[in-house]
């Protein structure tokens, strides 16, 4: 078993019984107790778990909001194929806002493939993320930060993004459902609507962990994104309802449908 698929093993046991000790997820896992430890360390240093003697116990904040390392742990694998496939629908040229999200920023090593890109975000870690890649074009908005997530808000940021019309938009959400697209923070919410204002084309990052969930702030409704990449394909309900609103699906299946 690769480290990855492992600690993701540890993880859903841990949300299962809360904590275990090395020996039951040694016995769970078929691994030793010193992979087991590694694993344990690597994933309190992400933010994730607390150790415990002999065991862990596992990380919950208490803000509804979890914080940016906790959320660039969370669905690593989907959020990677996902990043990858949304930065296959760009070309040499292109301009694009690129949201704060950790499952924007998993697009961030795929743009090093194509030239002259211009990227806008407000996302502090995303743009020094992409900050090691010289042949992009980063801007970067002003705004009140937002230490949680590492992102820019406020009006500083609405006025700075009102001014730009990228070709792209790529963002996130906390929610997707028949009734649209919602995310937890107001201050967030308003920054991805005002991108998806601006830009021409709208490309939804969401895996499928958000389906069927709602959050306080409303982004839009289906009909005002043109894509939706995602890990797999949504329940039938919400299917027919983003392909009555004309929004494409990409999937790593390939099965895109438009």
């Not at 600690?7 to 078929?30: D, H, P, W, Y």
């Not at 839009?220 to 299917?239: F, K, M």
Request: contains cysteine; proline residues 3%; aromatic residues 6%.
């Amino acid at each position: 078993m690769l480290t990855l698929q492992r600690q993701e093993e540890i993880m859903n046991i841990l949300r299962g019984k809360k904590s275990a000790t090395v020996a039951e997820l040694s016995a769970a896992l078929f691994a030793s107790g010193s992979t087991i430890r590694r694993d344990l360390s690597d994933l309190e240093n992400a933010g994730l778990i607390r150790r415990s003697h002999g065991g862990a116990v596992l990380y919950e904040p208490s803000s509804d909001e979890a914080s940016a390392r906790i959320r660039e742990q969370e669905n690593r694998r989907q959020k990677k194929l996902i990043g990858t496939m949304a930065a296959g629908l760009l070309s040499d040229g292109s301009s694009l806002f690129l949201d704060s999200s950790s499952t924007a920023g998993a697009m961030i090593p795929s743009l090093s493939g194509y030239q002259d890109l211009t990227v806008i975000t407000n996302g502090l870690r995303n743009a020094l993320s992409m900050a090691e890649y010289p042949e992009l074009r980063i801007v970067l908005t002003g705004g009140t930060v937002r230490p949680s997530s590492g992102s820019l808000y406020g009006a500083e940021t609405l006025n700075c993004l009102s001014r730009l019309h990228p070709g792209w938009c790529f963002f996130s959400c906390g929610g997707l459902s028949v009734s649209g697209i919602t995310e937890s923070s107001f201050e967030q919410g308003a920054v991805k609507e005002q991108m998806i204002r601006g830009a021409e084309k709208k490309v939804l990052l969401c895996d499928s962990s958000k389906f069927g969930r709602g959050c306080l702030y409303r982004i839009g409704a289906l009909s005002d994104i043109d894509c939706l990449v995602t890990d797999q394909l949504p329940p039938e309900e919400l299917t027919s309802a983003l392909a009555f609103a004309g929004v494409r699906i990409i999937t790593p299946s390939f099965k895109n449908t438009d």
